[in-house]
């Protein structure tokens, strides 16, 4: 099993505040996916990344791919609380998906 | 709209007795896999399938059953059901032209008594 280990597990800050979630793993993957998940529905893709060292901006979302393929952050800045979440990486190898632990994001305004 | 369906969205069942739950997808999509979610564990894969008759083992397959006998269709068996089967159950349809892009059913909570 391809383990994905995010950090924090829990995190709760302040409307305006930014906020790094991490992504590590031993394994390398072809590329890797974030998600978030709003309580009692699925996951919704956030981004792809494919190349190592790629770094993709979505609005105030700033994904980046490390440049071994083996892990990526998250950045957020300016967080509000439309933001609040449960935050996912998942890596993709073969045909497999490897999901991380996640990340439980609070935004407080 | 693109949507993937699962039902029921809740069973309470008793240990043993066999069930069936449903997913169907509406984008032609070849690839289709279904997830368990547990706390502090995240979503780990059960069973996968690239096509119609092609199935494929996750992480996690042990007491569970697929079948795709079409596109749409990829329904999830629990011939013997246990305990440590509760969890909540998400099938996805993949998209291989877009990086494998997941548009996931909206969820099955499941109880084993």
């Known amino acids: 099993t391809q383990l994905l280990e995010q950090s924090p597990q829990f995190l709760s800050i302040q409307e305006g505040e930014n906020l790094t979630v991490y992504c590590n793993s031993s394994?390398?993957?072809?590329?890797l996916q974030w998600y978030r998940q709003e309580p009692g529905e699925g996951p919704v893709l956030l981004v792809t990344v494919v190349t190592g060292g790629e770094v993709k901006k979505l609005k105030r979302l700033t994904f980046q791919f490390g440049d071994a393929r083996k892990d990526s952050s998250l950045h957020i800045t300016a967080a509000q609380p439309g933001d609040t979440g449960l935050y996912l990486c998942?890596?993709?190898?073969?045909?497999?998906?490897?999901f991380g632990t996640g990340t439980s994001l609070t935004v407080i305004p | 709209e693109a949507q993937v369906t699962q039902n029921p969205r809740y069973l309470i069942t008793v240990t043993g007795k066999k069930l069936t739950v449903t997913c169907s997808q509406n984008m032609n999509h070849e690839y289709m896999s279904w997830y368990r979610q547990d706390p502090g564990l995240g979503l780990r894969q059960i069973y996968y399938s690239m096509n119609v008759e092609v199935t494929d083992k996750g992480d996690v397959p042990e007491g569970y059953k697929v079948s795709r006998k079409e596109k749409r269709n990829f329904p999830l068996i629990l011939e013997s059901p246990s305990p440590n089967q509760t969890s909540l159950y998400f099938c996805?349809?993949?998209?291989?032209?877009?990086?494998?892009?997941?548009?996931f059913g909206p969820g099955t909570r499941l109880t084993v008594l």
């Open positions: 998942a890596g993709v190898g073969g045909n497999q998906f490897y």
């Open positions: 996805a349809s993949i998209s291989r032209d877009s990086y494998n892009e997941q548009f």
């Open positions: 394994s390398v993957f072809s590329s």
